[in-house]
């Protein structure tokens, strides 16, 4: 103590001093140091939760990118396949248009030649009937007198038959 003395230093008061400032550290410690850590802690905590948050959102907004982009490009190439079944459908569809348009063509065509054929027989029978009534009034015009009724007949077939 001599030494404190020498220095002019009163033990005393350093004591309490040594006490008024130990009170003022703990009073600072529990009322501000103590609390304040607390709340920056807190604060801290809700930060990095923030920040985890936020990252998280992140990476399920790109998973949510990524799926759409996968399902839009699925859906444009099931498009695709779709469309390109339409263009083969149609192509199909056309083809048997021709075919059946063919088929109606040559049937119309069959039918119209067999009429003309029809009628054309028609005409020819037609000829025949008046061109061996002609002869036939011909003939016995010129043979009246001189033929008798059953030869005119059977020259007459003979005629036709000859046509024919």
Do not use: C, H
């Not at 140091?33 to 939760?49: G, W």
Request: hydrophobic content about 45%; cysteine-free.
């Amino acid at each position: 103590m001599e030494i404190l003395e020498l220095f002019g230093v009163d033990w005393k008061l350093l004591i309490a001093q040594l006490v008024n400032f130990i009170v003022v550290v703990l009073v600072l410690w529990f009322f501000a140091l103590k609390p304040l850590t607390k709340t920056m802690q807190k604060r801290n905590d809700e930060i990095s939760k923030g920040l985890a948050d936020a990252k998280s959102a992140q990476e399920r907004l790109n998973q949510v990118e990524r799926d759409a982009k996968d399902k839009l490009n699925k859906t444009k190439n099931e498009a695709m396949v779709i469309l390109e079944e339409a263009k083969k459908q149609a192509e199909k569809s056309k083809q048997e248009n021709v075919v059946k348009t063919k088929e109606e063509v040559a049937k119309l065509i069959t039918k119209a030649k067999e009429q003309i054929n029809s009628e054309k027989d028609a005409m020819i029978s037609q000829a025949k009937t008046e061109l061996a009534g002609t002869i036939s009034l011909a003939l016995e015009k010129i043979l009246s007198s001189q033929l008798s009724k059953e030869l005119d007949k059977k020259y007459i077939d003979k005629v036709l038959k000859d046509l024919k």
